[in-house]
């Protein structure tokens, strides 16, 4: 299966913009939905955005549309999430992982390490 290492978090000021990354190694990637989730402190993870596997349809969290973009490069097996306007309440670990793309169930049992996102005001 498939494994994935997010990356490109950081500290940013309000208004400041990041983009993460989500690559994927040793298995399919391109055949599978993929998803962005987050969990900020004292928090569940919840969902952010997901992207197709062809990258045609494009869902996001009420939370974040129109600020975030999900989009991926399936020849370097790879999913991105830009992130602009950032507010101190996206502050979180970001996480990726394939998911089913109607109810956005992972795939993976595993999740990875994810990548910190700190938003500062």
């Known amino acids: 299966q498939v494994e994935l290492v997010e990356s490109g978090g950081g500290l940013v000021q309000a208004g400041g913009s990041l983009r993460l990354s989500c690559a994927g190694s040793g298995g399919p990637f391109s055949s599978y939905a993929m998803g962005w989730f987050r969990q900020g402190p004292g928090k569940e993870r919840e969902f952010v955005a997901a992207i197709t596997w062809g990258g045609g349809s494009t869902r996001y969290a009420d939370s974040v549309k129109g600020r975030f973009t999900i989009s991926r490069n399936n020849a370097k097996a790879t999913v991105y999430l830009q992130m602009n306007s950032l507010k101190p309440e996206d502050t979180a670990v970001y996480y990726c992982?394939?998911?089913?793309?109607?109810?956005?169930?992972?795939?993976?049992?595993?999740w990875g390490q994810g990548t910190q996102v700190t938003v500062s005001s």
């Open positions: 992982n394939a998911i089913t793309y109607n109810d956005y169930r992972p795939v993976k049992d595993s």
